[in-house]
């Protein structure tokens, strides 16, 4: 992945980090901006497993996104009620649903995929 304008552009580095390899120039420029501004406490190399997606086989970009989020107090009742109205295949899936409907406070209903 690259940076992009959205989140490789500041009023501080102006776009400097723009159409960057996240996972390579773009992370040693990162790295040089926070030491020019007096703002890197510390780098340093550590090996460490790093997700990749299953399908492209490439890495997986994480980035902060605005959410939003439901409360799952005020449809939970009818939410469960609908679980038993569906046919399930393979029947597992109505346990699994079942039990997150029971016990989840807040859901995550954005999504900020992209699939190529």
């Not at 799952?72 to 109505?94: H, M, S, Y």
Request: with cysteine; charged share 30%.
């Amino acid at each position: 992945g690259k940076f992009t304008t959205e989140a490789g552009s500041s009023t501080v580095v102006g776009d400097d980090f723009v159409g960057m390899s996240v996972l390579g120039e773009g992370n040693i420029a990162v790295i040089e901006a926070l030491e020019k501004a007096g703002a890197l406490i510390r780098a340093e190399d550590y090996g460490h497993k790093y997700p990749y997606d299953w399908r492209t086989k490439k890495p997986t970009i994480f980035r902060a996104t605005a959410q939003w989020f439901a409360s799952v107090e005020g449809f939970r009742d009818a939410a469960l009620d609908a679980v038993e109205t569906v046919k399930w295949i393979p029947d597992v899936g109505k346990n699994r649903i079942k039990s997150f409907v029971e016990s989840r406070g807040d859901w995550c209903i954005s999504r900020q995929r992209s699939w190529g």
